[in-house]
């Protein structure tokens, strides 16, 4: 699977972003049919130079607006959903519109349609969430991964975005800002944040409007490498073993590192009643966990068994409904999302807070988060 790394080292704004990919062989024409299909013609130039800042040689991409435009939320999402771009850019731009709006929206405490958007709503907003959705599309890119964030001084609605996607924030000696709202945004709809093992075929640099030398915002492009997912499965049978000693080892044994411990009811010799008690676990742990099997319950032996597994992608994200915050767990193939469950712990707690029925509560933030992830 075609992957891209953002090494985040100082940071990431929506110009660094279309920079690094071009950088990375991505084509200029993209972006000039980004800026065409979003109507932005006559407000949009895109300027695209080779540069040098140290040691280092990279892209800059400058977005100028003439005689800005400034859109509403509605106004920005109209633009995306008219325009001709691949039905997975649109997509994903959707999804870091609303991750935007949502953030504006708390932060000032204002309903979506009262927003003003100031800066965030031009074309330039446009064309750096769709570009560079658009030029990993063009490269070809299933799934994003992105670095520690730097953060110095961040505003605000940079935070809310980041709230709940997985970020990590690290802290930074230069004080200003280094993660812009549409840099945060584009990363928090479509990125994991950690390193993933990958074959490199590109890097790109994309330099940032600050004159540091170091302004710099770095993609790799290439192949994710399989990483082993190999477990050692632990059974025995139990037919003498009280059921809430059962139950008092299997969290034991889930405190202790297990993937997972499954207890199913089974008849065994004689006709006794039993239960075939199953442990996951991964290899370097199979030893320990199999020890304490032994010891805390009354089997007299256990069988290890080498097994391979095959994982569906997951990740976490926060939505905000009107009943309040929660988070749901959202399965991937491929890079892209296919279906999402709430969190259960999340929903009880909204639900006994404001004396709701939990069923309630959990529709309503999948049905969020199916938005969020342009799943409805």
Same mark, same amino acid.
């Given at each position: ?24 062989? @991505? ?27 140290? *040691? ?11 005689? &800005? ?32 709006? &949502?953030?504006?929206?708390?932060? *000032? /405490? ?5 927003? *003003? ?74 990125? &994991? ?12 640099? /994309?330099?940032?409007? *600050? ?9 790799? =492009?290439?192949?994710?490498? @399989? ?60 030893? &320990? ?27 976490? =994200? ?59």
């Amino acid at each position: 699977m075609r992957v891209a790394y953002f090494d985040c080292f100082s940071g990431i704004s929506g110009d660094m972003t279309l920079g690094a990919l071009l950088d990375c062989g @991505a084509d200029r024409a993209v972006l000039d049919a980004a800026v065409e299909t979003l109507g932005l013609g006559d407000e949009v130039s895109i300027d695209v130079r080779r540069e040098s800042r140290g *040691h280092a040689g990279g892209t800059r991409v400058i977005v100028g607006v003439h005689d &800005r435009v400034e859109r509403t939320v509605p106004g920005l999402r109209s633009a995306i959903e008219r325009s001709d771009a691949p039905a997975t850019v649109k997509t994903r731009s959707l999804v870091a519109i609303n991750l935007l709006s &949502r953030a504006e929206s708390q932060v *000032h /405490g204002l309903p979506e349609d009262q927003l *003003h958007l100031h800066e965030l709503g031009g074309g330039d907003t446009l064309v750096d969430i769709v570009g560079a959705f658009w030029l990993l599309d063009s490269l070809e890119v299933s799934r994003s991964y992105a670095s520690p964030l730097p953060i110095a001084r961040a505003g605000p609605a940079t935070l809310k975005i980041l709230e709940g996607r997985g970020a990590q924030l690290k802290p930074a000696a230069e004080d200003r800002e280094l993660v812009t709202p549409t840099g945060a945004a584009i990363l928090a709809a479509g990125a &994991r944040f950690e390193r993933p093992a990958m074959t490199l075929s590109r890097a790109g640099y /994309g330099f940032g409007a *600050h004159p540091a030398a170091g302004n710099m915002l770095a993609v790799w =492009i290439g192949d994710e490498v @399989a990483t082993d997912e190999s477990v050692t499965m632990i059974e025995t049978n139990l037919d003498d073993m009280a059921p809430n000693l059962i139950a008092a080892l299997v969290e034991d044994l889930m405190s202790a590192g297990a993937l997972d411990v499954a207890v199913v009811p089974a008849l065994m010799k004689k006709g006794r009643p039993g239960h075939l008690f199953t442990v996951m676990s991964p290899p370097e742990l199979a030893s &320990r966990l199999s020890d304490m099997l032994l010891r805390r319950s009354s089997t007299l032996g256990v069988r290890l068994t080498p097994a391979q597994r095959l994982l569906a992608e997951r990740r976490i =994200i926060e939505v905000t409904t009107s009943l309040g915050t929660a988070r749901a767990k959202v399965k991937e193939l491929d890079g892209r999302a296919v279906d999402v469950a709430p969190e259960y712990e999340d929903c009880l707690r909204i639900a006994r807070e404001i004396g709701r029925d939990l069923r309630e509560v959990m529709r309503l933030v999948e049905a969020a988060a199916r938005r969020e992830l342009g799943l409805e």
